[in-house]
């Protein structure tokens, strides 16, 4: 006989919206419980706790059972087997790696929760697709010869995503130090559109500090002025310095909060910056990795956005 389970509940903190928990009760008992995940905060501690009734149609008993699971870090990519109409991403990362092919795969099937077949060869390549935006992932695995190392070359637009891999690989296999080749086209053309935000901003943020200067000075001279026509009993013209000092005082006002808006604009900017450069750095490991940060600070500061370019791809100034 079948077990029946007609009710679990299941929690997890990051995979279940709306304060974690989920209640799921069937009037007419099923022998399994489906109970769809949100995969958008999905992260490497992502775990489901179920706790499920179970029993049998003839049970004047049933059973409880409670069990922690903890994800496979990368288990909300799915492993296509056809791929003929998927298109391959235009962005990757590759690098040389010491391991063989069996140790990979090995790391891919327990990292994806699949089964890769472990069987020897020299060489693979495999495919996966997110339940969540559909972000296609190719990983791809060839062994050098007695005097090359092995590459690994992963595909995929996302980033953030290929950087987690990097680390993941480099966690599992205690690797140190670890340099890469990033090719990502679309994140470079974001980047340099941002870093041209960057400038508009800065120019108008010098613009702004020039006109409140002058408007500063020009607030002093009235109101020297206006203390002026008091002291000789000057009434109209008293009246008429200090109603420009309430208009100048108006487009100070107006000139402050351009200059705010326009700071909290740059710092937006600056913001997908930094993360861009946190995201290249996790391409690398050890020295390389703090390599990137501190040539792309000094590229930053000389606003040399094609060493920026370089930095990202190579992780140093070609």
Not at 154 to 178: C, H, P, W, Y
Not at 209 to 236: T, Y
């Amino acid at each position: 006989l079948d077990s029946l389970c007609p009710q679990a509940v299941v929690q997890s903190k990051t995979l279940i919206p709306n304060g974690g928990t989920m209640v799921k009760k069937y009037s007419k008992p099923k022998s399994e419980i489906r109970i769809p995940l949100d995969c958008e905060n999905f992260n490497a501690n992502s775990s489901v706790t179920v706790t499920c009734v179970v029993g049998f149609l003839s049970s004047f008993q049933d059973h409880v059972f409670r069990h922690e699971y903890k994800l496979p870090q990368f288990s909300y990519m799915v492993q296509q087997k056809e791929t003929s109409k998927l298109e391959k991403p235009s962005s990757c990362v590759k690098f040389q790696m010491e391991e063989r092919v069996k140790s990979i795969i090995q790391w891919v099937n327990s990292s994806f929760g699949i089964e890769l077949d472990t069987d020897p060869r020299s060489s693979f390549a495999t495919w996966f697709k997110s339940i969540g935006d559909n972000e296609i992932l190719v990983v791809e695995y060839s062994e050098g010869d007695s005097d090359s190392k092995a590459t690994m070359k992963l595909q995929t637009n996302n980033m953030g995503l290929a950087g987690r891999l990097v680390q993941s690989l480099a966690e599992a296999f205690d690797i140190k130090e670890l340099a890469s080749v990033a090719e990502f086209p679309d994140e470079m053309k974001a980047f340099k559109q941002t870093m041209e935000l960057v400038e508009e901003c800065n120019l108008t943020r010098l613009k702004l500090q020039a006109d409140i200067a002058d408007s500063s000075n020009l607030v002093k001279a009235l109101a020297i002025k206006a203390e002026d026509a008091r002291l000789l009993n000057n009434m109209d013209a008293m009246k008429r310095v200090y109603a420009q000092l309430y208009e100048l005082n108006l487009e100070l006002i107006g000139e402050y909060k351009k200059r705010a808006n326009n700071h909290a604009e740059l710092l937006r900017h600056l913001k997908v910056v930094n993360t861009m450069i946190q995201k290249s750095s996790s391409l690398r490991v050890g020295k390389y990795k703090s390599q990137v940060v501190a040539e792309c600070r000094k590229a930053i500061k000389s606003n040399n956005i094609h060493a920026l370019v370089d930095i990202f791809r190579l992780g140093a100034v070609s």
